[in-house]
């Protein structure tokens, strides 16, 4: 049973790093089957349990990680970039685009701009202390489904523990699903490692985290091809201590998609 469980665990690896290379051709689930040497039934059960997406749910996530670096990178039109990275309709592919990141491809290219002028600084989105404020003034509580307060502490690989002044920019926040796509319900940036403090919803069960450095360049934090990142292993129901610990993604792992910055106040497009 365990040689079977690493098997499954090589072949869905495989799978992804043949639909990272082949993400712009028109492959197919078969495809990526027949690349993790598996039926397309048994495959697709397989690769969804060991890396939490379907295989054309990866697929889509890497040519949005793609069509994010060549928006910040070049300056081909968005119907260019719709059509190099696999996709035929421009108004699908935007669509689907603000979705999956949290903003339009046209608004992640003033992102960068903004970011290119301004550096990041700690907040908290739906600030804890904030809602009890709101609830015990009688007044409705802005999350709808809250279920509890997470307290954690967050950790970061060496390479990102800079000193005084140098602290990476961490993001931690609650997402629906176990990928970092479109932006968190819940979340706070702070500087290095540490504590945080947020409430947990119904809706957001999953407790994700990234990292950069704190001289990053826009492309870092908007496109970072192997980001610091960190999941905790089970949805979050209910109130709960957690620690979550940080490392660089593999290139098997679905890529970061979510577009952070655009959280911040004064940031965000069309503020």
Not at 51 to 62: E, I, S
Not at 194 to 223: C, D, I, K, M
């Amino acid at each position: 049973m365990k040689d079977q469980s690493v098997e499954h665990e090589a072949a869905s690896r495989r799978a992804a790093r043949f639909i990272a290379e082949h993400a712009t051709e028109p492959i197919t689930v078969a495809d990526m089957a027949d690349a993790a040497g598996y039926s397309q039934f048994h495959f697709t059960r397989m690769f969804a349990q060991r890396l939490r997406v379907t295989p054309n749910r990866f697929l889509a996530g890497v040519r949005f990680h793609r069509a994010k670096e060549l928006l910040l990178t070049q300056d081909h039109s968005v119907v260019d970039i719709c059509h190099e990275v696999g996709f035929s309709s421009p108004g699908t592919f935007t669509r689907r685009f603000r979705e999956e990141v949290g903003v339009a491809p046209s608004e992640l290219r003033r992102l960068a701009d903004s970011l290119s002028v301004s550096t990041p600084s700690p907040f908290t989105l739906y600030p804890p202390g904030v809602i009890e404020a709101h609830v015990s003034a009688g007044r409705p509580n802005p999350l709808t489904g809250q279920v509890g307060t997470v307290r954690g502490t967050v950790r970061l690989p060496p390479r990102l523990r800079g000193g005084r002044g140098l602290e990476a920019l961490v993001w931690i926040g609650f997402y629906p699903a176990p990928s970092p796509a479109g932006l968190p319900v819940t979340g706070v940036l702070r500087l290095g490692e540490g504590t945080f403090r947020l409430p947990v919803v119904a809706s957001a069960p999953w407790l994700l985290a990234t990292a950069v450095p704190a001289t990053a360049e826009p492309v870092e934090h908007l496109a970072n091809p192997r980001p610091a990142v960190g999941v905790h292993p089970q949805p979050l129901t209910g109130s709960a201590t957690v620690q979550l610990g940080l490392d660089f993604a593999a290139p098997w792992q679905f890529p970061l998609l979510s577009a952070l910055p655009s959280l911040l106040p004064g940031l965000r497009p069309g503020g």
